[in-house]
């Protein structure tokens, strides 16, 4: 057999091999009014959502029972992420002008406003925390600066960084607030955050790095990064940007980069995700999920090939702090996980 002829039913194969070893979406919950973009998983028992309408989620059983509520007074507001600690506790963030950060410690029953701001064009985008302590807050940019706040008392007071040490936006720059994967804890006291519209960029500490993802229009760029510490293996960081033209949900142009030196240089896959997707999370070092519009993709091979193992579409997908699990959550109150 020529090599020619090798190379093509390799590259014929290769979807069919990675499809025969992926994961598939079981669906648990649908039918509730609202468009979960918050999603944080505890553990494989206790997961957490957030959404439109001032709704929250809440599971203890691992999905198959869920406890919905209406935050009281936030009927309107839409709570694009959501970070929770354990069964009890958690912070919800609601995105527009008046902006809004809310605390519970009781499962959800009663919500504490922690942080208000009512700056006019004040937009959150996401929210992470490295510890139960410390936590930061991303949105769009405000009189040209990215707006940043931190919290080092677990979200019982928030501190604005002050405009002066803000990240400079460039015109037509802002942040996708898809599903709160947009900003990553990076190591034990940094975070990166990546953008997207008119222009797509990392942002750390170092200069903003432009990625090669799609942009161009407000409809363009990265919406979320995923990040893995290889530093014991390799001495860098492997990380996943995701995202390309929400206007186009099944365009595969430009729609994900990986890289394995903290974004120095970056790689586009041999097989793409099948479409625009709106957030990536690591489940491994070589593994890894994304979702969007139309449907779910799986690599196992650190980004380099992707095949599409649902059709289901989710806006966000997250993997537990500690355990295995991965859940999925999306419009009409939409909730799956990954089975093996």
Known sequence: MSILK???LLSFLLPALLSAQSPTVQLLSSGTATSIRGLSVVSDQVIWVSGSNGTIGRSTDGGQQWKWSVVKGFEKKDFR???AFDANTAIIMS???PAYILKTTNG????????E??????????????NEKAGIVIGDPVEGKFFVTRTFDGGQS???VPVDKRPVADSGEACFAASGTNLRVLDRDEAVFVSGGFRSRLFSRKAPVMLPILQGKES???NSVAVWDDSKLKGGKNMIIAGGDFNIPSSTEKNCFYTYNGGKTWSAPEIPPHGYRSCVEYISRRKAIACGLNGVDYTSDGGRNWSWISQEGFHVCRRAKT???VFFAGNNGKIAKIVW
């Open 95 to 97: 995105v527009e002008a």
């Open 108 to 115: 959800g029953d009663t919500w504490k406003i922690v942080y």
């Open 117 to 130: 701001n009512n700056t006019k064009g004040m937009f959150l985008d996401a929210m992470e925390f490295w």
């Open 81 to 83: 992420d959501i970070e």
């Open 220 to 222: 363009t760029g990265a």
């Open 158 to 160: 928030w501190n604005d």
């Open 323 to 325: 355990g295995n699990a």
């Open 6 to 8: 090798r190379s093509g």
